[in-house]
């Protein structure tokens, strides 16, 4: 930071301002973030090591279970500096995979620097560079610390170097800590009020609160985490949505605690905090939006949160149609907690009513499911995802398609587009032919390769993005026994040779099986998820053939056999009870089945038809 | 006065056969004593009975088990004798005892049809040895072969065989020899079982060591043996029951037509008042019991849809189904059931004929499938 910059900066401050930091911690998956927070929540005191679970910042369940943190979570510490000084600390938690890149930056923008964790033993990864990067473009003071010194295999020397040679920030005297055992937690503190600024900001000004993250609270309505940057907002104020134009009264504001909110005065300019304002219509609380207050607005919104875009769109359907409420219901409160969710109606023959959803990509659309699933113990049917298509036609009208079953026919197109990505490939030297191999099977072009150091390589591949939606990351980690790490960005549209496989059971097709494939790959798809149904299609009374179809023509053939017996079991006096109840069983497992045509399917039909590992 | 079925469960067997998970205690474990102290348990049992449900007409006996037979004579003749002065059994009463080839001689024979036993089931299994083998049956063909001929000897003139189709190397072949040496012993009926594998059974333990003939083979060694039956004289007039002329067996058909049944000893299920309940599992306090309302469970109350329900997944086990004119009688959903069927009738898995609606051959070998989706 030049002197200019600096001078400038103590002057806009006010001395309450100095003693804040707003900061981020981000990392690879696995390299130890959450862990770290709770090290740093331990050593300020925020919470005592009695109250401390295991990873406190991971409140959910499901991210206990995967062991990824998927939403960000704000939470307040304070700390006596080795100056005598109170600082107050304000960690902004962050998610640490290649679909939540958006989650990342929207936390990042709340912040003015973010420590990057780099794994003492494995090194810079993808996602560090990705995130780094992230922290960059956003203006951050990145201090990197080096985590996992208490294993045998770490390399102080080794990480600090691709940190300085791979991602160009200096890291010759960075923390290296064990956020495991305790390790140099103090220094991590230090460096957070010595090195990353304190926000600045004109607490006279009009308001200006950035929304980076939102959650609905049966009790209080739409919780919204904002960091303030002109201004000062609290309860009473009548505040303005600046993107919608809602507005609400101010119930409460206060600052994030880990076990919950706690009621504070007012937020201001440089702080980080909550506001609740009874608000129940969700669509009124846009992520990224700035709010303002009605009288005294500020003239113009925050610069922008980048706008996030679905990568890969799926139908949701519920199991039983008559959920379909419920199913909207779950949605609109995940849409809430989850900018990046979208979802709009749609109807399919086979299921029915149901959504189409956006997601970031096919772990995010796993989450959302599984959530669907535990959280409000919906029982759904996911359609294949699907990326957005692009297609001139030939009446001069461009469309763009994310529901394979819109997708117009071969005499329409004039030409077709699929979306691609670059994607960027970290692995050690031994996996490179495996994963090139892969990258080659998935129409991936090559486009460079670099050593970062003796042992790892860097892969350039331009790959489109419909070929790593369904299992190409299973496929790497497979490949690489787990250390290959994978990101990647949208390119943009190039052409290509897609065709629409359909599928007929008994005859009759099945639209909610439709998906686009590359011309090159339909036949050997086409065979594999014939293949694939006629596992997960239970045997009826009666023959059913499975056939894959390009428009007209049949490309691939299997059948299921009819059921010929079932168990005729003796059913004298002891028997009647309990052959009556294995009946009416049989009978409700089948009620779980949807009825396509004269065909019954499991649910899990579907989804076996999306794991389409090739090993 | 109510006309029941009566079920006398006897849990005693010489060893257990590989496949059964009946109630049953091997030979080790019931001395003469216990078998002495099971009879008068049963006794007390039919008075306990008789005070609860008052006077009853019987025209069905069904002595089963176990293995009856490994009851003495005297305890057989003590046991008859105080159903008969507790109940009154009609002069056509059906008496039937299951036997074990191994487990009875003359004396024991002549005495059951002195005392009144009419008929005797027999369970034979298969004529080929390796299968009574891994069945883990105690007699060779050649045993049951001779006991079933000590019974004509005895005078029985209705005598049933059972025969299993399914077991462990079974080929096709194997059981039609089956069905043809059991036919050349000219019994007046034959049921034939399918093998089940039940949960904790040996034959279940064990299923990976062994071959079973797969579906196409079952169905098609099961259609086969139905036509060398009605060619020998023995119709099918239940799923797995086949018998000569006017020899259907009258206490099974009670089961499939919804008439009440009071069942005795350790496991035995009745049908009464509209209650399916069961006596406990448990020789030792069955033995000492004195109030045998404490061993009894309700398994289920019936309601009237139970019973609608029951009487169509019952008759149509019989290859004459119901008729619809006692569907109308006997539920108030008889166009519901009609039209649940129709879709099989059309597809050729039912038949109606003559104002009957009954499963055909093809339909009775996926019977599970199509009542599942008929009464539910």
Not at chain 1, 172 to 186: M, Q, R, Y
Not at chain 1, 354 to 370: N, S, V
Request: glycine residues 6%; aromatic residues 10%; contains cysteine.
């Amino acid at each position: 930071m030049n002197i200019e910059k600096l001078y400038e900066r103590l002057h806009s401050m006010t001395e309450r301002q100095k003693h804040i930091r707003n900061f981020s911690i981000i990392a690879h998956i696995d390299h130890g973030k959450s862990t770290l927070a709770d090290r740093l929540l331990e050593a300020t005191k925020t919470v005592t090591s009695r109250e401390m679970e295991e990873q406190v910042l991971d409140n959910m369940e499901l991210e206990k279970e995967r062991g990824i943190t998927i939403k960000a979570r704000a939470v307040r510490m304070r700390y006596t500096h080795t100056d005598g000084q109170d600082y107050i600390l304000n960690l902004i938690d962050t998610p640490g995979h290649v679909d939540f890149n958006y989650e990342v930056s929207r936390s990042l923008n709340a912040c003015e620097g973010a420590l990057l964790i780099v794994d003492a033993t494995q090194g810079v990864e993808a996602q560090t560079l990705a995130n780094a990067y992230l922290a960059i473009d956003a203006d951050l003071e990145v201090v990197p610390v080096v985590n996992k010194m208490d294993l045998p295999s770490a390399d102080l020397d080794r990480a600090r170097s691709e940190i300085e040679d791979v991602i160009g920030i200096p890291a010759e005297d960075c923390p290296a800590v064990s956020a495991k055992t305790g390790l140099n937690i103090d220094s991590v503190l230090s460096a957070v009020v010595e090195q990353i600024p304190a926000p600045k900001g004109d607490e006279n000004a009009p308001l200006k609160a950035l929304i980076f993250d939102s959650y609905y609270d049966s009790y209080l309505g739409v919780v919204v985490l904002v960091r303030v940057f002109d201004g000062c907002v609290k309860a009473g104020d009548k505040i303005k949505m600046m993107s919608t134009g809602a507005v609400f009264d101010v119930t409460d504001v206060g600052s994030l605690e880990p076990f919950g909110l706690s009621s504070g005065e007012s937020v201001k300019a440089g702080e980080v905090g909550y506001i609740t304002a009874s608000i129940k219509t969700l669509s009124d609380t846009q992520v990224g939006d700035t709010i303002t207050l009605v009288e005294n607005p500020a003239s113009e919104a925050m610069p922008g949160f980048k706008k996030v875009n679905p990568m890969v769109y799926s139908g949701i359907y519920p199991e039983d149609g008559a959920k379909y409420e419920d199913l909207r219901e779950a949605l609109i409160k995940l849409q809430l907690n989850d900018a990046a969710l979208s979802f709009e109606p749609e109807t399919s023959i086979a299921l029915g009513f149901g959504f189409r959803c956006g997601f970031l990509g096919l772990l995010h659309m796993e989450i959302i499911q599984e959530r669907l699933e535990r959280e409000f113990n919906l029982d759904i049917i996911t359609t294949a995802p699907s990326v957005i298509y692009k297609i001139d036609c030939k009446d001069g009208s461009t469309v763009f398609i994310d529901n394979p079953s819109n997708y117009p026919t071969g005499d329409e197109i004039e030409k077709a587009y699929e979306p691609m990505v670059k994607a960027s490939i970290i692995t050690p030297v031994e996996y490179v032919g495996g994963i090139m191999d892969l990258c080659q099977d998935r129409r991936g072009i090559f486009i460079d390769m670099k050593y970062l150091d003796k042992t790892r390589t860097e892969l350039h591949y331009h790959l489109p993005l419909n070929e790593i939606i369904y299992d190409f990351f299973d496929a790497l980690k497979s490949r690489s026994r787990g250390y290959a790490s994978l990101d990647y960005e949208l390119l943009g549209y190039y052409p290509s040779k897609l065709v629409k496989l359909d599928f007929l059971l008994n005859g009759d097709p099945v639209d909610a099986l439709s998906f686009i494939v590359h011309e090159e790959k339909a036949y050997a798809r086409a065979r594999r998820i014939a293949e694939k149904l006629k596992e997960n299609i239970p045997r009826a009374l009666f023959e059913i053939p499975i056939q894959a179809a390009i428009g007209g023509k049949v490309i691939a053939r299997e059948t299921v056999k009819a059921m010929r017996k079932d168990v005729l079991a003796k059913c004298y006096g002891g028997d009647i009870t309990r052959k009556k109840k294995l009946l009416e069983k049989q009978k409700e497992g089948k009620k779980k089945m949807r009825k396509l045509g004269t065909v019954e399917v499991t649910p899990e039909a579907f989804m076996a038809v999306l794991k389409l590992d090739d090993n | 006065m109510k006309n029941i079925g009566i079920y006398i469960h006897i849990p005693f067997c010489v060893s257990k056969c590989a496949y059964c998970d009946f109630y049953s205690l091997p030979q080790e474990r019931h001395g003469d004593e216990i078998r002495e102290q099971y009879v008068s348990a049963l006794i007390r049992q039919f008075e306990w009975a008789k005070k609860k449900y008052g006077e009853l007409s019987v025209s069905s006996v069904f002595i089963g088990g176990g293995t009856p037979t490994t009851l003495k004579a005297e305890q057989l003749v003590r046991l008859i004798t105080s159903l008969k002065n507790t109940f009154e059994l009609t002069c056509d009463c059906e008496f039937t005892v299951e036997a074990n080839p191994k487990t009875f001689d003359e004396n024991k024979l002549r005495t059951l049809k002195l005392f009144g036993v009419n008929r005797l089931s027999i369970g034979i299994q298969s004529s080929n040895e390796n299968e009574l083998n891994l069945l883990g049956r105690i007699h060779s063909f050649d045993d049951a072969k001779k006991a079933f001929e000590l019974t004509r000897k005895c005078g029985f003139d209705n005598v049933s065989v059972d025969v299993m189709y399914g077991v462990p190397s079974q080929t096709e072949q194997s059981f039609l020899s089956t069905l043809k040496a059991v036919t050349e012993l000219s019994p007046e009926h034959i049921s034939v079982y399918g093998l089940q594998l039940e949960e904790g059974t040996p034959l279940c333990k064990n299923r990976d060591k062994y071959v079973f003939p797969d579906e196409n083979e079952c169905v098609s060694m099961y259609s086969k043996g139905i036509s060398l039956l009605s060619k020998a004289g023995y119709s099918r007039y239940e799923i797995s029951n086949f018998a000569r002329e006017g020899k259907k067996c009258r206490h099974n058909l009670g089961y499939w037509s919804a008439r009440e049944y009071l069942g005795f000893g350790t496991g035995a299920y009745s049908y009464f008042n509209s209650q399916r309940f069961y006596c406990e599992e448990n020789t030792e306090s069955f033995l000492s019991a004195k109030d045998f309302d404490s061993l009894i469970t309700v398994e289920e109350t019936l309601s009237e849809t139970d019973k609608e329900k029951e009487f169509v997944m019952l008759s149509l086990r019989l290859t004459d189904g119901f008729s619809v004119k006692e569907l109308f009688e006997r539920t108030r959903n008889a166009e519901f059931y009609l039209d649940r069927c129709k879709k099989y009738i059309e597809s050729g898995f039912m038949e109606i004929r003559d104002g009957r609606v009954f499963f055909t051959e093809k339909g009775f070998d996926v019977s599970n499938t199509v009542l599942s989706e008929i009464l539910f």
